[in-house]
């Protein structure tokens, strides 16, 4: 598609529930990028994938979130047993080389 | 100390002014530097690159400075469409991957 696009726009779950996030990065680009940004507050890496390599998952701030990336372009971040601290803006980015794109991002609200 | 610092504001400058944000980074391996602009709950868009000569488009300048570690960004003659939250971004190699560090943000708010 002509930008990164995420889904859903909106969710919320009640606490101790699962939910998925989905990321669909523009065609081609061979970099994506998870972020997560609380109201008022910056940007929080979470996680990034290059290509085939491992990913970096470093940002990843509990063994409740987890990540993958299949067939190297459309992306889903998992959290586990949702926290109200969970509450956030989930932003998706990639990129071929240099500049990123968001997406649009992923409201989640954490009951 | 944060490894990309930002002033965060909030700026309040009337139409018109001329307005500087700085942004300091802490790691010396950084390598590729960018702005991006932040409108109230929406994702971040990319203003500008930061080269090391220097670079400007329209009424944006931006400029590197890597021996004192800061990049810069001057907005001439601000518009009311200038109002955001400004975002410095520092690319940098670690763990053998390439990721942006992000600033917290330095808001402008232009007034009539």
């Known amino acids: 598609g002509a930008g990164v696009s995420q889904s859903p726009s909106n969710k919320v779950t009640e606490k101790g529930k699962d939910v998925e996030l989905r990321c669909d990065p523009i065609s081609g680009h061979t970099a994506l990028y998870w972020y997560r940004q609380s109201l008022g507050q910056g940007l929080e890496f979470l996680i990034y994938?290059?290509?085939?390599?491992?990913?970096?998952k470093s940002g990843l701030p509990s063994d409740r979130f987890s990540a993958e990336r299949t067939g190297g372009s459309v992306s889903t971040l998992t959290i586990q047993r949702t926290q109200q601290e969970d509450s956030a803006v989930y932003l998706c980015a990639s990129s071929l080389d240099g500049a990123y794109t968001f997406g649009s991002g992923t409201r989640l609200t954490v009951v | 100390r944060k490894e990309v610092e930002q002033d965060p504001g909030p700026f309040n400058v009337p139409e018109g002014a001329t307005v500087a944000f700085n942004c300091t980074y802490s790691n010396s391996a950084s390598q590729s530097f960018f702005w991006y602009r932040q409108d109230c709950r929406k994702e971040p868009k990319l203003l500008m690159s930061?080269?090391?000569s220097g670079n400007e488009d329209g009424r944006f300048t931006a400029q590197l400075n890597r021996a004192s570690q800061y990049i810069s960004l001057l907005i001439r003659d601000s518009k009311l469409s200038d109002s955001a939250t400004y975002l410095c971004?520092?690319?940098?190699?670690?763990?053998?991957?390439?990721?942006?560090?992000f600033g917290t943000g330095t808001r402008l708010k232009v007034l009539a």
């Open positions: 971004v520092v690319n940098r190699r670690g763990s053998g991957t390439y990721k942006y560090i």
């Open positions: 994938f290059q290509g085939n390599s491992a990913p970096d």
């Open positions: 930061v080269y090391s």
